[in-house]
């Protein structure tokens, strides 16, 4: 399946440190799931008249999914954020437009954001998102890979296209 290829290249990419290929393939299994969630010519929940954008799908699904496996705690949808390039943005809306959009269409990240490492201890995932003094541009830490992985990972499993013989990895670099 298409959806977990990208997953597993990205866990070799992030095992490589090759960081923001990995987070490209991320972002793509991400797109890809909410296609398979919600397929071309799905009405969209803003005007049902249109057929649900790329855009609506993509947020829609990670917002459900990631209420589903983390809670409203964790959940994208309900971190929000201000002053992002002048705008209020969750999490989800920033990793779409700022981080999914540019890496695809332009081949790099946008000049407003950036990608940091940050050790993770194995098995736990550690999600640090939002402004960096240092550089006043907004950062996602590369923990955000394995709680991606995870929210599609466990989508997969509820509807039984997870293959058994990789019920033991997790995703970015930590396995």
């Not at 969630?37 to 990631?66: C, H, I, W």
């Not at 209420?67 to 943005?89: L, W, Y």
């Not at 998102?129 to 006043?136: A, F, I, N, R, W």
């Amino acid at each position: 399946m298409a959806i977990i290829d990208r997953l597993e290249d990205a866990r070799h990419l992030a095992a490589g440190g090759r960081w923001e290929g990995a987070l490209t393939m991320i972002l793509l299994a991400v797109a890809a799931a909410s296609r398979a969630q919600f397929p071309k010519g799905t009405p969209s929940a803003v005007d049902p008249k249109k057929p649900m954008a790329d855009r609506e799908a993509f947020l829609a699904y990670l917002r459900d999914n990631s209420m589903k496996v983390t809670g409203p705690k964790v959940s994208s949808a309900f971190a929000k954020h201000t002053g992002v390039a002048g705008k209020d943005m969750s999490t989800d809306e920033i990793l779409y437009e700022f981080y999914r959009c540019s890496l695809v269409h332009e081949g790099s990240l946008h000049p407003v954001v950036a990608l940091r490492f940050e050790q993770s201890v194995p098995g736990v995932t550690k999600i640090t998102v939002g402004g960096d003094p240092s550089t006043g541009k907004f950062t996602v830490k590369t923990g955000v890979l394995d709680w991606l992985h995870h929210i599609v990972r466990c989508d997969l499993q509820r509807r039984g296209l997870w293959p058994d013989s990789l019920s033991g990895h997790r995703g970015g670099g930590s396995d």
